[in-house]
């Protein structure tokens, strides 16, 4: 072990939880005005919701409505809640785009020289990522309700965002790692498409997967993106939750227990 894995694990012993958390909050608040500062970054978040929204519902609404049983109405309904899970997934890539970027700026030589917790840096990250994630959120519920989306319970639909935070938070810690171990921020773009592409694609987000092979429909059964999307349609517009919400805090739970240990020991013996 090297000298600096000694003292970097020796500083994150001696600062107390109150220390963690102070130095979180300025970091967060550190992330925060870089985003002031670089409003192009934020385009992901407000774009995105808009474009997927109208691409889905007035190209594909009508045909696979009509495969639901009923028209573009009824894919209204359908697919926003299966883009409440898209949303979570696609954005958590910028948790390790900007993680990236930070390295190869310097940034995180700074603060790997400062007498701060390891962890402090990445659960800052993380932290800004689930803000964004919120404000794209929001943006998605008010082009559904300009659309003709209807929320049947309101309850549930608080439910199924933070059910979507949770999921996302998991699926950041995947993008942290591949973050400190890529080269560039091109790189994990690289990455995180290859991932992100068949999951979301090969889910019940966008269309049901009775009419998919049953090698493709095998896989979205074992989908987390899959278990997310049927979780937020059961909790805004009704349906069997039990289930999908079980399978999405599972994998999360799982993804976390994995990846947050191998993220933080990567960063903390990034050269």
Same mark, same amino acid.
């Given at each position: 072990?090297?000298?600096?894995?000694?003292?970097?694990?020796?500083?994150?012993? @001696?600062?107390?939880?109150?220390?963690?958390?102070?130095?979180?909050?300025?970091? %967060? #608040?550190?992330?925060?005005?870089?985003?002031?500062?670089?409003?192009?970054?934020?385009?992901?978040?407000?774009?995105?919701? %808009?474009?997927?929204?109208?691409?889905?519902?007035? +190209? !594909?609404?009508?045909?696979?409505?009509?495969?639901?049983?009923?028209? *573009?109405? @009824?894919?209204?309904?359908?697919?926003?809640?299966?883009?409440?899970?898209?949303?979570?997934?696609?954005?958590?890539?910028?948790?390790?785009?900007?993680?990236?970027?930070?390295?190869?700026?310097?940034?995180?030589? #700074?603060? @790997?020289?400062?007498? %701060?917790?390891?962890?402090?840096?990445?659960?800052?990250?993380?932290?800004?990522? &689930?803000?964004?994630? &919120?404000?794209?959120?929001?943006?998605?519920? $008010?082009?559904?309700?300009?659309?003709?989306?209807?929320?049947?319970? =309101?309850?549930?639909?608080?439910?199924?965002?933070?059910?979507?935070?949770?999921?996302?938070?998991?699926?950041?810690?995947?993008?942290?790692?591949?973050?400190?171990?890529?080269?560039?921020? *091109?790189? +994990?773009?690289? $990455?995180? !498409?290859?991932?992100?592409?068949?999951? *979301?694609?090969?889910?019940?987000? !966008?269309?049901?997967?009775?009419?998919?092979?049953? =090698?493709?429909?095998?896989?979205?059964?074992?989908?987390?993106?899959?278990?997310?999307?049927?979780?937020?349609?059961?909790?805004?517009?009704?349906?069997? +939750?039990?289930?999908?919400?079980?399978?999405?805090?599972? =994998?999360? $739970?799982?993804?976390?227990?994995?990846?947050?240990?191998?993220? %933080?020991?990567?960063? #903390?013996?990034?050269?």
């Amino acid at each position: 072990m090297s000298a600096t894995t000694v003292t970097t694990t020796d500083v994150d012993v @001696r600062i107390p939880l109150r220390g963690h958390l102070r130095h979180t909050g300025a970091l %967060i #608040r550190r992330n925060l005005l870089w985003i002031r500062q670089d409003p192009e970054s934020m385009f992901d978040a407000v774009f995105m919701p %808009i474009v997927f929204t109208l691409l889905f519902v007035y +190209v !594909f609404g009508g045909s696979i409505g009509q495969a639901l049983g009923g028209g *573009q109405d @009824r894919y209204i309904q359908y697919v926003i809640p299966g883009m409440l899970a898209m949303t979570s997934m696609t954005l958590s890539q910028g948790v390790g785009t900007g993680f990236s970027q930070d390295f190869n700026s310097g940034v995180m030589d #700074r603060f @790997r020289s400062l007498p %701060i917790g390891r962890g402090t840096v990445l659960f800052a990250k993380i932290a800004v990522e &689930l803000a964004r994630m &919120l404000f794209a959120t929001v943006i998605l519920m $008010v082009v559904g309700a300009l659309v003709g989306f209807h929320i049947h319970h =309101w309850a549930g639909l608080f439910a199924a965002v933070g059910l979507s935070a949770l999921f996302a938070s998991s699926i950041m810690w995947v993008f942290l790692t591949l973050g400190v171990m890529l080269k560039n921020a *091109q790189s +994990v773009q690289g $990455v995180g !498409f290859l991932v992100l592409f068949p999951l *979301q694609f090969g889910s019940s987000i !966008f269309a049901p997967p009775t009419s998919m092979p049953d =090698w493709l429909r095998h896989f979205t059964d074992y989908n987390p993106l899959s278990a997310l999307a049927d979780a937020a349609r059961g909790l805004m517009v009704g349906g069997p +939750v039990a289930h999908p919400i079980w399978v999405t805090v599972a =994998w999360s $739970v799982g993804i976390t227990v994995v990846m947050a240990p191998i993220a %933080i020991h990567k960063f #903390r013996t990034k050269t």
